[in-house]
């Protein structure tokens, strides 16, 4: 797929053709799929990806292999995952890596790494990460890294991760954004990865 073109899956069944390369630009949008995560993709770099089936009637799992990496190139948003505790996995094995080459959003649905071991667990955002609605899951015990490019912030949805370790990462400013009714909570937070720039946390009244 080049540059900015756009691919709509509306149907339950697996992903066509065994020869898929997205450009990092290129936009993928996952409106329909069976439930278990049968078939879909767990081998290629996605471009733009985009997670938005509401109509999903049980939870989907990539399982990404042991010490792999799920690759989104540009960015991975979130917006529906069907209703209750049904959600949208990363892996249950160990040492996997999600890594984003822009922003993170999550704006409705249930997103979890792991809900079954999935211990060394890491997700990298090269730009901002960003909660606007829906639900940050962490229902294992195993601690979580999260490396951030850019700046976080949370507006709506929930978020309380006393097992996620933050990093921030870049190499300008960043700075993290939350209100007195939308807090935001990590076990660590690391500066020691910024090579310059300053951190900066905000707070407005809710």
């Known amino acids: 797929f080049p540059s900015h073109d756009k691919y709509n899956h509306n149907s339950t069944a697996v992903f066509p053709g065994t020869n898929r390369t997205f450009s990092a630009t290129s936009n993928q949008n996952i409106n329909n799929w069976t439930s278990g995560g049968t078939g879909f993709p767990d081998n290629i770099a ?4 985009r997670i938005n089936i509401p109509t999903l009637t049980g939870s989907i799992n990539l399982s990404i ?3 792999g990496t799920c690759t989104i190139q540009g960015d991975f948003r979130v917006s529906a995952s069907g209703g209750g505790t049904t959600e949208f996995r990363i892996s249950n094995n160990n040492n996997v890596t999600l890594s984003i080459g822009r922003d993170f959003i999550l704006d409705g649905g249930r997103f979890d790494m792991s809900n079954s071991g999935g211990s060394g667990a890491v997700i990298s955002v090269g730009r901002d990460f960003t909660i606007i609605s829906g639900t940050w899951d962490h229902t294992v015990s195993q601690q979580w890294q999260l490396n951030v490019g850019g700046n ?4 709506g949805g929930t978020f309380s991760d006393n097992l996620l370790n933050l990093a921030l990462t870049g190499s300008a400013n960043q700075s993290l954004n939350g209100s007195s009714t939308q807090s935001l909570s990590f076990r660590s937070i690391d500066f020691s990865g910024k090579t310059s720039g300053n951190v900066d946390l905000n707070s407005s009244s809710g």
């Open 65 to 67: 292999a042991t010490g």
């Open 152 to 155: 976080i912030t949370r507006s």
């Open 46 to 49: 996605w471009g733009n990806l």
